[in-house]
Structures are given as structure tokens and as C-alpha cells.
């Protein structure tokens, strides 16, 4: 199923922060809902470099986003406005989702049509920015591994968040892979404990007043 209503831009004051989710999930629950609908947290490149920075703690060494962004790709990548290949890989993303976790949610439906579109723009975001591991191992530290990349930040973190939906996707995190069924939620999470069922507390405690006015007021609308 195709949606027909794109979200909206976000309104103002900044969206839900993020949940401590992996970062494949951290980019699909850019789109959010609240009473009044569902948003787009990434619609102009204000809102890319402020979810970026919101998920920096992720990437090691840090992104520098306010540093220089030259590199083999140019300003931002081989190609494309970033925020516009942001947006592409986290459609693709929530149509995945939205398979392995057989999601129905109506206002939850990505604009990506098809699976195979979904996996095509997934590989492309993977081919974005090459990138290769980094040793660096001090004599009073211990070894450790940083990403090394002659891209910009967009274009690094872009090719990262793609690289590891593969490894989401075909992982054992898969299983694990949720959609968030409280009242007007639209997100997904990663469950990392087995009675979890929801996508935050928030959701949680909506959730459970639905289900009391259901108990208590059966056939109502909650």
C-alpha cells in the first residue's frame, strides 16, 4: 500500500528527541505523529544538521558538521542535496520495516512503493560514501576503531545508517524489529527486552489508558 499523504513539515519546537534506538531506526522515526498528524522531521537542511547533531554520540570519530565538508565527493557527497538522500533512505527504510514487521498502521505507510525500490535505495545509500576502518591505539589506551572516510559528514553518516540497516535487517536484531501500536504512533524501535511493547514510555501510558476506556467503556471511540 502507497501513502497518499505525505507527512507534514514539523511544527514549531523541535520533535521527539531520539529513543537510544539503533541508528537505522533513530533515521525511519524521523517521521513522528502527535494528536494533530504526522510530520517530517527532515524537510530542509536546518533539520538534517539538527538531527545529526542530535545522534552525533553515534559516530566515532564525531562528524564535525560545522567543519570543513571537501573531500572525493565535493561538499556534501558524489551527489544529490543531502537531505533529500536522507529522506530517501528513511522511505526506504520504514517500507522494510513495514515488511518485517508485517505493519498496517495507515498513517505509518512509506511513500516507497515496492520492496525492490526500497532495497535498490538502501544499496545506493550503502555505495554513497566509501569508507574504511581506522586503527588508532595510543600506548596508555587500549586498541579501538574509528570510521576513515574521505567524504563530508552527511555523506559519511548517510553510507553508515545504510550500512548498518543491512546489518539490521539481516541480523539477529531482525526478530527483534517493532512497530509501535500505541494510539497514533507511527515509529519503530529495536525491543532489547522481551516484555518491552512499546516505542517509549509516552506510548506506553497511552497505550494503557486506550485499553482502560476501552474495558470501561466498550464499543466508545478512545
Excluded at 595510543?138 to 555523506?155: I, L, M, T
Excluded at 494503557?208 to 476501552?214: K, Q, S, T
Amino acid at each position: 500500500m502507497q501513502s497518499t499523504d505525505p507527512p507534514a513539515a514539523a511544527p514549531p519546537g523541535a520533535p521527539p528527541p531520539p529513543l537510544g534506538e539503533p541508528l537505522p531506526a533513530e533515521l525511519m522515526n524521523t517521521v513522528w505523529a502527535d494528536r494533530e498528524g504526522v510530520y517530517d522531521a527532515l524537510v530542509d537542511a536546518g533539520d538534517l544538521a539538527r538531527w545529526l547533531r542530535a545522534v552525533e554520540g553515534y559516530f566515532s570519530p564525531p562528524l564535525e558538521l560545522d567543519g570543513p565538508r571537501t573531500g572525493a565527493g565535493g561538499v556534501s557527497g558524489p551527489d544529490g542535496p543531502p537531505v533529500e538522500r536522507f529522506r530517501e533512505l528513511r522511505d526506504a527504510l520504514r517500507r522494510l520495516a513495514a515488511v518485517a514487521t508485517e505493519d498496517t498502521r495507515p498513517a505509518a505507510v512509506s511513500p516507497v512503493a515496492s520492496l525492490a525500490a526500497a532495497v535498490a535505495a538502501v544499496n545506493r545509500a550503502c555505495a554513497h560514501a566509501p569508507g574504511w576502518s581506522h586503527l588508532s591505539w595510543n600506548e596508555d589506551e587500549p586498541p579501538a576503531r574509528a570510521d576513515g572516510s574521505s567524504y563530508g559528514p552527511e555523506a559519511r553518516a548517510l553510507s553508515r545508517i545504510a550500512e548498518e540497516s543491512v546489518l539490521l535487517f539481516t541480523g539477529p536484531g531482525a526478530a527483534e524489529l517493532r512497530a509501535c501500536h500505541a494510539p497514533g504512533c507511527v515509529r519503530y524501535f529495536v525491543r532489547a527486552h522481551p516484555r518491552r511493547e512499546w516505542c517509549s514510555a509516552g506510548c506506553g501510558n497511552r497505550a494503557r489508558v486506550a485499553r482502560h476506556y476501552r474495558r470501561h467503556h466498550p464499543g466508545g471511540v478512545s
